[in-house]
C-alpha cells in the first residue's frame, strides 16, 4: 500500500461549484498536511497547510484533516476557472527527516 | 515572500553533457531538496541538504550529485546526461524549524536528446 493516495482525475466541474480534493494515508505519523496548487508547466505553491486534525480556511479554500480516518480533503468554494490546475497533498510525521510524503496530483478544470 | 529561483525554464541538453542546475533560495532557509516530476510518477526526491555542505540521497540519486557551498545555493549535476533524464526538475527550501512546508521554484524543464 502506497503511503499516500491521490485520486489524479482528471476532475472537471462548472465555474461556481464546490470541489471537494481528498488524500488518505497510512502512516499514523504524520502531523503535519499541506495542499499545494500547481500550473502547468509552473512550480508547486503552497496553498494550505495544517497541523493535526480540524479545519483551517482561508477565502473560498478550506483544509480539512480526519486522523482517525487517514484522510485529508480541500474543498474549493464557488471555483474558478483561474483554480484550474494540478492539486498536490503533502504530510509530514515532524520526526525531523524534514522530506514531505507527497500524493501525485489531481487535475481539476473548473469549466466557465 | 519565500523565493526559490532556478537558473533556467527550459534546457535542451544532448546525451552524454554534463549538466548544472542551480537553484538559489533568498529566505536563509536550511533544508533544499532537489526533485524531478514525470507524468503518473508525481514528485520523486533526488538530493536534499540540510546545511551547507551536507547532503542526503534520496529515492532516485543514480546519475545525479549535488552541491552545496553556501547556505542560499544548490546545486543539481547530471554527471553524464541521457535521455531517460529528460524530465522537469524542481527545487525546493524548507526551515529547519517550526513548520515542515516547503517552499519551490518555478522548475527546469530539460530535454535530452
Known amino acids: 500500500q502506497k503511503e499516500v493516495e491521490q485520486d489524479p482525475g482528471p476532475l472537471s466541474v462548472p465555474e461556481g461549484a464546490i470541489v471537494s480534493l481528498n488524500c488518505t494515508y497510512s502512516?499514523?505519523?504524520?502531523?503535519?498536511f499541506m495542499w499545494y496548487r500547481q500550473y502547468s508547466r509552473k512550480g508547486p505553491e503552497l496553498l494550505m497547510y495544517?497541523?493535526?486534525?480540524g479545519n483551517k480556511e482561508d477565502g473560498r479554500f478550506t483544509a480539512q484533516v480526519d486522523k482517525s480516518s487517514k484522510y485529508i480533503s480541500l474543498f474549493i468554494r464557488d471555483s474558478q476557472p483561474s483554480d484550474s490546475a494540478t492539486y498536490l497533498c503533502a504530510m509530514d510525521s515532524g520526526a525531523g527527516s524534514y522530506q514531505l510524503t507527497f500524493g501525485k496530483g489531481t487535475k481539476l478544470s473548473v469549466i466557465p | 515572500d519565500v523565493k526559490v529561483t532556478q537558473s533556467s525554464r527550459y534546457l535542451v541538453k544532448r546525451t552524454g553533457e554534463k549538466v548544472f542546475l542551480e537553484c538559489v533560495q533568498d529566505?536563509?532557509?536550511?533544508?533544499m531538496f532537489w526533485y524531478r516530476q514525470d507524468p503518473g510518477l508525481g514528485l520523486r526526491l533526488i538530493y536534499f541538504?540540510?546545511?551547507?555542505?551536507?547532503?542526503e540521497k534520496g529515492d532516485i540519486p543514480e546519475g545525479y550529485s549535488v552541491s552545496r557551498e553556501k547556505k542560499e545555493r544548490f546545486s543539481l549535476i547530471l554527471e553524464s546526461a541521457s535521455t531517460n533524464q529528460t524530465s522537469m526538475y524542481l527545487c525546493a527550501s524548507s526551515p529547519w524549524t517550526g513548520t515542515y512546508e516547503q517552499y519551490f521554484g518555478p522548475g527546469t524543464r530539460l530535454t535530452v536528446t
Open positions: 495544517t497541523y493535526s486534525s
Open positions: 529566505m536563509d532557509h536550511e533544508n
Open positions: 502512516n499514523s505519523a504524520f502531523q503535519y
Open positions: 541538504s540540510y546545511d551547507v555542505k551536507m547532503k
